[in-house]
């Protein structure tokens, strides 16, 4: 009996073992097919990241040579390629390694023109009002924010369009600036449209496509889309750039530059979109306006300023014997050069280089806002600040330059709009 229950518990196990190995052979072939398919989706997924890097180069390629790169002093003396033939300004004799703190705005290929088109800071509207030169199908305010002086305006309505009232006669080229102030999560972002009215004018227009032709700038933390669009054909044009997005709850100062049909736009010392054709031929300017969809992104926005673009910097100095700058800008009551001004200095810089013999006269000017005596002597340390950062940055001989101050006292247009004393506020090369 005890041999009849050995033998069964014997022919029991082996049974049992080879089931056993039934399943391990099974087993391993599963594992084997599954890390086949592993490898597999593996190879897909670098094939999907390779093709995603290729789509963003397409915007990067032209940034490349801005990016700053580390113990490289020489790195922001490149001239972008396509800086519309713009030269470069000579390197002073005895330039250190080290760069000097404005060279990082190499790429600011732009100059402000000589004319201001249109100056919108709210300066003339009450704390708590809605401004009195736009409309909204939503709701708005002015405010004042702690980070920043000045008033703005708060565009806190959801589905919102923001419009100014009148018209602007922008011409073929032209430079818009804004500080925005964005706040909390800005992914969906907000929407700057420039754009020809059509004959049946409203005074807000919230369509999605507004007038006859256009282009659409949103803005957002992650990226800049912008579109080019004509309604009368049907059709658009897109372009994207993950280059230098704005900063929630910073002062964000944006250029935008419209030449014919080609789009620039400027954010923390870089260009970080160029697109040669992105505006429909014969498109004509007149209106502009904000709006979001998101609801999260209620931003602040001031200091809108449009100006001519490109002067004749050569012929204004040296033909003529004076130039206006609009492209040198400061901090409400300060003497210190905003680094956006970096354009317009290099260009005066370039013209001095090219004319050794020529002298000028730096004059500052401000508005009337404020105590005569201050404004003199703010406008004189303006134009002090001017000088050392043409002798500092780019090598211009001090004794070429003078310097003087008018403050409110020499005034080219009445100080009773926005506008009026953007145009006072001024910084006036006077040849010697």
Same mark, same amino acid.
Request: proline fraction near 3%; aromatic fraction near 8%.
């Given at each position: 009996?005890?041999?009849?229950?050995?033998?069964?518990?014997?022919?029991?196990? *082996?049974?049992?073992?080879?089931?056993?190995?039934?399943?391990? #052979?099974?087993?391993?072939?599963?594992?084997? #097919?599954?890390?086949?398919?592993?490898?597999?989706?593996?190879?897909?997924?670098? %094939?999907?990241?390779?093709?995603?890097?290729?789509?963003?180069?397409?915007?990067?390629?032209?940034?490349?040579?801005?990016?700053?790169?580390?113990?490289?002093?020489?790195?922001?003396?490149?001239?972008?390629?396509?800086?519309?033939?713009?030269?470069?300004?000579? @390197?002073?004799?005895?330039?250190?390694? =080290?760069?000097?703190?404005?060279?990082?705005?190499?790429?600011?290929?732009?100059? =402000?023109?000589?004319?201001?088109?249109?100056? $919108?800071?709210?300066?003339?509207?009450?704390?708590?009002?809605?401004?009195?030169?736009?409309?909204?199908?939503?709701?708005?305010?002015?405010?004042?924010?702690?980070?920043?002086?000045?008033?703005?305006?708060?565009?806190?309505?959801?589905?919102?369009?923001?419009?100014?009232?009148?018209?602007?006669?922008?011409?073929?080229?032209?430079?818009?600036?804004?500080?925005?102030?964005?706040?909390?999560?800005?992914?969906?972002?907000?929407?700057?449209?420039?754009?020809?009215?059509? =004959?049946?004018?409203? /005074?807000?227009?919230?369509?999605?496509?507004?007038?006859?032709?256009?282009?659409?700038?949103?803005?957002?933390?992650?990226?800049?889309?912008?579109?080019?669009?004509?309604?009368?054909?049907?059709?658009?044009?897109?372009?994207?750039?993950?280059?230098?997005?704005?900063?929630? /709850?910073?002062? !964000?100062?944006?250029?935008?530059?419209?030449? #014919?049909?080609?789009?620039?736009?400027?954010?923390l010392g870089r260009k970080v979109v160029d697109l040669p054709t992105l505006i429909f031929t014969g498109s004509k300017f007149d209106k502009l306006r904000f709006s979001g969809w998101d609801r999260a992104a209620y931003p602040f926005i001031s200091n809108i300023k449009i100006t001519t673009a490109a002067p004749d910097t050569r012929s204004k100095?040296?033909?003529?014997?004076?130039?206006?700058?609009? %492209?040198?800008?400061?901090?409400?009551?300060?003497?210190?050069?905003?680094?956006?001004?970096?354009?317009?200095? @290099?260009?005066?810089?370039?013209?001095? #280089? $090219?004319?050794?013999? *020529?002298?000028?006269?730096?004059?500052?000017?401000?508005?009337?806002?404020?105590?005569?005596?201050?404004?003199?002597?703010?406008?004189?340390?303006?134009?002090?600040? *001017?000088? =050392?950062?043409?002798?500092?940055?780019?090598?211009?001989?001090?004794?070429?330059?003078?310097?003087?101050?008018?403050?409110?006292?020499?005034? *080219?247009?009445?100080?009773?709009?926005?506008?009026?004393?953007?145009? !006072?506020?001024?910084? /006036?090369?006077?040849?010697?």
């Amino acid at each position: 009996m005890k041999k009849l229950i050995l033998l069964f518990v014997l022919m029991l196990t *082996v049974t049992m073992l080879a089931s056993a190995q039934i399943d391990v #052979n099974s087993k391993v072939k599963n594992k084997v #097919n599954n890390r086949a398919d592993q490898r597999t989706d593996e190879g897909i997924e670098r %094939g999907i990241d390779a093709m995603e890097e290729g789509v963003k180069d397409i915007f990067k390629k032209k940034d490349k040579k801005s990016t700053p790169k580390k113990n490289q002093s020489d790195e922001t003396n490149e001239d972008d390629s396509e800086s519309e033939g713009q030269p470069a300004a000579s @390197k002073p004799a005895n330039q250190t390694a =080290a760069p000097q703190k404005l060279e990082s705005f190499t790429q600011y290929d732009f100059v =402000a023109g000589d004319q201001v088109l249109f100056y $919108e800071d709210f300066s003339q509207d009450a704390i708590g009002d809605f401004p009195a030169l736009w409309t909204t199908n939503g709701s708005g305010e002015v405010k004042t924010v702690n980070i920043a002086s000045g008033k703005w305006l708060h565009m806190n309505g959801d589905d919102a369009v923001y419009c100014y009232l009148n018209k602007v006669n922008f011409p073929s080229n032209f430079i818009v600036e804004f500080d925005i102030i964005p706040v909390d999560d800005f992914y969906g972002g907000y929407l700057l449209t420039l754009y020809e009215d059509n =004959a049946e004018e409203r /005074e807000m227009n919230d369509d999605l496509y507004p007038g006859n032709r256009g282009i659409h700038i949103n803005f957002s933390s992650t990226s800049w889309d912008v579109s080019g669009y004509d309604n009368e054909k049907g059709i658009d044009t897109k372009g994207r750039s993950e280059a230098n997005p704005v900063i929630s /709850e910073k002062v !964000n100062h944006v250029i935008v530059w419209v030449q #014919n049909r080609r789009l620039r736009i400027y954010h923390l010392g870089r260009k970080v979109v160029d697109l040669p054709t992105l505006i429909f031929t014969g498109s004509k300017f007149d209106k502009l306006r904000f709006s979001g969809w998101d609801r999260a992104a209620y931003p602040f926005i001031s200091n809108i300023k449009i100006t001519t673009a490109a002067p004749d910097t050569r012929s204004k100095l040296i033909t003529e014997g004076k130039l206006i700058s609009y %492209g040198i800008t400061f901090d409400v009551n300060s003497d210190k050069v905003k680094p956006e001004s970096y354009g317009a200095l @290099k260009d005066i810089a370039t013209v001095l #280089n $090219e004319n050794a013999g *020529v002298r000028v006269c730096i004059v500052g000017h401000t508005d009337s806002d404020g105590d005569d005596a201050k404004n003199l002597d703010l406008s004189k340390r303006r134009a002090e600040s *001017v000088k =050392a950062s043409l002798t500092k940055d780019f090598g211009i001989d001090a004794a070429r330059l003078e310097t003087d101050g008018k403050g409110e006292g020499q005034p *080219v247009a009445p100080n009773n709009t926005a506008e009026s004393k953007a145009r !006072n506020r001024r910084v /006036e090369f006077i040849k010697l």
